[in-house]
């Protein structure tokens, strides 16, 4: 069973830049895929980023494409989002998850685990 803790959420203003971490407990982690999901108040959790076991393939949502980055690096059990440019638009909770399947890699049904979020706030 994969425990997520995420940080490195904060205050930005717009234009602005963060990086976000997940760190993963046990000895599977390279054979997971992982997303990133964001969710605002009163809206529904949407996915934004995604990367394969290997780290070779990378997936995003058109909203972040070009501004957002998703990497991994499996010796340390960690999934990185570098966010570049943020818009007040990008404000929300930002939760990592780990899933086995890659053919849905968009949808949150497909991740097993989940972390308890990290709070990102982009002011105007």
């Known amino acids: 069973q994969a425990q997520l803790v995420e940080s490195g959420g904060g205050l930005v203003q717009a234009g602005g830049s963060l990086r976000l971490s997940c760190a993963a407990s046990?000895?599977?982690?390279?054979?997971?895929?992982m997303g990133w999901f964001r969710q605002a108040p009163g809206k529904e959790r949407e996915f934004v980023a995604a990367?394969?076991?290997?780290?070779?393939?990378?997936y995003y949502s058109d909203s972040v494409k070009g501004r957002f980055t998703i990497s991994r690096d499996n010796a340390k059990n960690t999934v990185y989002l570098q966010m570049n440019n943020l818009k007040p638009e990008d404000t929300a909770v930002y939760y990592c998850a780990a899933g086995r399947a890659w053919n849905s890699r968009g949808a949150a049904s497909t991740y097993e685990y989940w972390g308890q979020g990290t709070q990102v706030t982009v002011s105007s």
């Open positions: 990367i394969s076991r290997s780290g070779t393939g990378t």
């Open positions: 046990g000895r599977t982690f390279s054979s997971y895929a």
